[in-house]
């Protein structure tokens, strides 16, 4: 098992931001190889059955925490996110995350596949 990495992301201001409809943060989300693999052990399993929108899809969570930059030089803190992204979690209904498993020799064809 990886060392838990707590943080891997940033959100700063939008310093570029011309219209309302762009974001007001922007940054960058590092995705750990754990992360990456169960991903793709996601596409396995739904790519064949993505047709619509309503279709499963591969799936992340996310999580973030405010903060504020320390002042200096004479500048303002500024708020900022700090955002993980991890094995999906879905809180809504209960279904059960892809587990981390090493990958097994043979393709998975079923969730049941998939988990063992």
């Known amino acids: ?3 838990k990495v707590y943080f891997n992301g940033r959100l700063n ?3 570029f931001k011309q219209k309302d409809s762009q974001p007001d943060m922007i940054g ?3 995705l750990t190889m754990e992360l990456c693999e169960n991903i793709h052990k996601q596409y396995l ?3 064949d ?3 619509s929108n309503d279709d499963p899809k591969p799936k ?3 999580a973030g925490w405010f903060n504020m930059t320390k002042p200096r030089d004479g500048k303002d803190p500024e708020k900022y996110l700090t955002v993980r ?3 999906h979690r879905d809180r809504k209904d209960g279904e059960e995350p892809v587990p981390n ?3 097994t020799t043979s393709k998975p064809t079923s969730l049941d596949d998939l988990l063992s």
């Open 1 to 3: 098992m990886s060392d």
């Open 28 to 30: 960058d989300l590092e």
């Open 101 to 103: 498993h090493q990958p």
């Open 13 to 15: 201001n939008n310093k």
């Open 85 to 87: 992204g991890s094995v």
């Open 45 to 47: 399993l739904y790519k």
């Open 60 to 62: 992340i969570s996310i």
């Open 49 to 51: 059955r993505i047709h």
